[in-house]
């Protein structure tokens, strides 16, 4: 019997956050579809940027959600929870889902009283990245818990103190107005040095005795990066901008692990051209691109400028610094000089790296309503989710082979642009469209294309308009990027051409290629 096995057959392959058939609505009152509880929960880690409010929801809500989400699945399903905390602290750069997540997964199964699937201490472990996180992590168990501790997430952080302390991380984050200091982790933890590091026992004391006994702590010969930093900090006030301006200053300011931070209060007076220009070469690519309206302010010479546009634009330093596009877009919209905006958008370039080039014809759309606009990525971000979707999209148009570029709310727009153009360019051309029409957006634009993909937030209203992914042949693919992690979606995803995908990072785009050469899409750490 030949009925399947023909030469015309082709494989349907299915992407892994998957809709139960369940019949939900929208916040916008539109039909929608409901998730399964771990494609909810993934969707909602990737765009939770906890106690962020959304248009729709509370950040308290949003919390609420994510939390009960986590103990769920921490019982019912382990190791996949585990993975995927994992993965947000790493690839992801999702700091605090995933240490929130970290504590709500162990105290699920303290509470359950189970042990099956990866370790408590692991899992705790797994998502401390950086100096901070492990009193992070004990400040937000304890605001949730009460100060007893269980022995799991002692060692858990007791592993990652080893890992993670060192001289200038001590300068750098062990400062008064942490909730816990370093002396407090290691007194709470009983981290013992790590024997293959013999200078962290002497670290560790004088990061007790700082703590405990400031006016006597006497810092460690062993530890050169603190006694150069206690060298600069004994100088008298007076003679502090000599120094640092000095012809060794930079060098000084390096060797003492001196932040930009702890240099404008330090020097008890204004960062001017030659204190910035001191502190600069040791500044972090991030750190560079937060300051450069101040470099402007100040009067930085362009020779400096140059090394400054050298190092933001670098692909190493672009790669390292794990950020997402949207910091370069902050950066080009507020740096008042023209001379950072090529390394900007060579930044931004890179930043996008992953994202794919689509042979064919692709239809993207981009979503421009008002509660994309109303949301911002974050507290301390100035952009919101419909500039981001705008990168995204934009730089998807750009790379593929042939592509319309459309903006959508209540009514839809083609946005023109120009093999080769910059994505900052572009992005000038979107506006601000009101309500959520996607379903007339697929119907209006739709001629054709090889596959659809829409960055949207999902929370289409006209609810009589339906499904806007039945605008579209079953056949043809159509892809969702959910970039606020709401409940319901506009449409079904894990079945054959229907795919939904979330998150900020372009690594997600690594999914089109992948469905379209006839493989099924994995969770993004098993890929």
């Given amino acids: 019997m030949a009925r399947f096995n023909k030469k015309t057959a082709k494989a349907q392959p299915t992407s892994r956050v998957t809709s139960t058939g369940q019949v939900l609505r929208t916040h916008q009152g539109g039909r929608g579809q409901e998730r399964d509880v771990r494609s909810e929960l993934f969707l909602l880690a990737l765009a939770n940027f906890v106690s962020q409010q959304t248009f729709y929801e509370t950040g308290a809500a949003r919390d609420d959600r994510f939390a009960a989400l986590v103990r769920e699945l921490a019982v019912a399903d382990p190791s996949w929870t585990a993975a995927l905390l994992g993965w947000l602290r790493g690839e992801g750069n999702l700091r605090t889902a995933s240490l929130v997540g970290a504590a709500e997964y162990v105290k699920a199964r303290l509470d359950a009283g189970v042990t099956d699937g990866p370790s408590n201490r692991e899992v705790v472990a797994s998502v401390l990245r950086r100096p901070d996180e492990p009193g992070e992590l004990l400040g937000y168990w304890t605001s949730q818990y009460g100060r007893a501790v269980p022995k799991p997430v002692k060692r858990g952080i007791a592993d990652a103190v080893r890992r993670l302390y060192h001289a200038k991380s001590l300068l750098k984050y062990d400062t008064a107005s942490k909730g816990y200091r370093f002396g407090d982790v290691l007194n709470l933890v009983h981290a013992a040095p790590d024997p293959d590091k013999p200078w962290q026992g002497d670290l560790f004391q004088y990061a007790l005795d700082r703590r405990h006994h400031p006016d006597t702590a006497v810092v460690p010969k062993t530890l050169p990066v603190l006694v150069a930093h206690r060298d600069l900090m004994e100088l008298r006030p007076a003679k502090r901008r000599k120094v640092v301006t000095g012809a060794h200053g930079a060098q000084r300011l390096a060797d003492a692990g001196m932040t930009w931070e702890a240099l404008a209060g330090w020097l008890q007076g204004p960062m001017d051209k030659a204190a910035w220009e001191a502190v600069i070469p040791s500044m972090g690519a991030m750190a560079l691109v937060r300051n450069l309206r101040n470099f402007d302010e100040a009067g930085v010479s362009d020779e400096v400028a140059a090394q400054v546009a050298a190092k933001i634009s670098d692909p190493a330093e672009v790669a390292r610094s794990r950020q997402f596009p949207f910091r370069y877009l902050a950066a080009y919209q507020h740096a008042p000089s023209l001379r950072w905006s090529y390394p900007l958008e060579q930044a931004l370039a890179h930043s996008l790296g992953n994202v794919p080039a689509l042979p064919g014809r692709t239809l993207v759309l981009v979503d421009r309503s008002g509660s994309m606009f109303y949301s911002r990525l974050s507290d301390r971000s100035e952009l919101n989710r419909a500039d981001a979707a705008a990168i995204f999209g934009t730089a998807l148009a750009l790379r593929a082979a042939d592509a319309d570029l459309v903006e959508f709310g209540t009514s839809s727009n083609a946005v023109k642009f120009r093999k080769g153009e910059s994505v900052l360019k572009v992005l000038d051309r979107f506006g601000d469209l009101g309500g959520t ?91």
């Fill in 437 to 527: 029409n996607t379903s007339e957006a697929v119907r209006r634009h739709y001629r054709k294309h090889d596959r659809v993909l829409i960055v949207t937030d999902e929370q289409a209203a006209y609810s009589h308009h339906g499904d806007p992914t039945e605008q579209v042949p079953a056949d043809v693919p159509v892809y969702t990027w959910n970039l606020a992690g709401h409940r319901a979606g506009h449409g079904p995803s894990g079945t054959a051409n229907r795919h939904t995908f979330g998150g900020l990072s372009d690594a997600a785009f690594r999914m089109v290629p992948l469905l379209e050469g006839a493989r099924d899409a994995d969770w993004p750490w098993a890929a």
